[in-house]
């Protein structure tokens, strides 16, 4: 597929800041730059006690500067992450208007896309100007809102993962130690709260056929499995700034940071969240798998 014909466009660069373009923008957010300009050069947004770090044995054994540049990771992290979902809702939430079969749907699809371009400016100000990710999540969020079938984007994207939005944004707000930032984040809710309520609303509306079941529970069973296996980018930024690490330390990592009961609390979550009445026979096809059930530490290791 063309990368211009696509939706999401993670990879859609940024002009100079230089630019008339930025002006007009800026004018336009109601901004005076278009910019990092609240960027913080150490990332120290969320602490240790935040991703657990401080119930990890060689985290706490590691020094002042292995501990600063693992923590800049994870913070990294959680801000390249709502970044990269904000722009992909500029596309999507665009591809909606599109899709609207009256005009106040049209309408209100319309005004999310103003939310969501204000979400992208707003979060770009805290971090430098992120590379493309390839995580697991994004990637799959890159091949769902490239979907036609209506019925998929609203369950998938509206009702879980907006819904699911709205609790991290209220958690990483919560705990974030920068009042701006904090504030920021704390703006998102309320039209995050109504992009959610919008897809529940037209979902429920909608009669589930067979194709748009399966594709879902497809859908939803690789999301889930990203869950079930604990928070991987944290290993993950200790192994970048300590050095390889062995299959047992991993373990015994995923087991300081307690996983098994991290992710159980956000499975829980989630299997709220698609409690929907036409939706019972997704849950229970997950359910039946297995996919609501969180893992033990050394079934994490990838």
């Known amino acids: 597929m063309n990368k211009q014909s696509t939706v999401a466009r993670l990879d859609l660069p940024h002009i100079n800041r230089e630019n008339k373009l930025n002006r007009i923008l800026s004018a336009a957010l109601n901004k005076q730059e278009f910019s990092n300009a609240n960027f913080e050069a150490s990332l120290n947004y969320w602490n240790e006690e935040y991703f657990n770090l401080d119930k990890v044995k060689i985290f706490q054994e590691s020094t002042a500067t292995d501990k600063s540049l693992i923590l800049q990771l994870c913070n990294l992290e959680i801000l390249e992450e709502a970044y990269f979902i904000e722009k992909a809702g500029v596309g999507y939430m665009a591809k909606m208007i599109l899709m609207a079969e009256t005009t ?67 958690s990483i707000a919560k705990f974030c130690q920068n009042s701006q ?42 999301f889930l499995q990203m869950v079930q296996v604990g928070p991987q980018s944290v290993v993950k930024a ?65």
């Open 104 to 170: 106040e749907e049209r309408m209100l699809y319309g005004l999310f896309a103003a939310d969501e371009v204000n979400h992208l400016s707003q979060i770009s100000n805290f971090l430098p100007v992120p590379k493309i990710s390839k995580s697991s999540f994004l990637s799959l969020l890159e091949e769902v809102v490239e979907s036609d079938d209506k019925t998929v984007l609203l369950f998938v994207l509206q009702v879980v993962l907006e819904g699911w939005g709205l609790t991290h944004y209220r």
């Open 238 to 302: 200790i192994e970048q700034v300590k050095g390889s690490l062995s299959r047992k330390g991993k373990i015994n990592i995923f087991e300081q940071l307690n996983t098994e009961s991290h992710s159980g609390v956000r499975l829980k979550i989630l299997r709220n969240l698609m409690h929907l009445p036409n939706a019972t026979s997704v849950i229970d096809n997950l359910e039946n798998k297995g996919y609501f059930q969180s893992l033990k530490a050394s079934l994490c290791v990838l």
């Open 181 to 222: 930032l904090r504030s920021t984040l704390n703006s998102f809710l309320q039209d995050e709260s109504r992009h959610h309520a919008t897809g529940v609303t037209l979902f429920e509306k909608t009669s589930l056929t067979k194709s748009s079941q399966e594709t879902i529970t497809e859908i939803l069973a690789m």
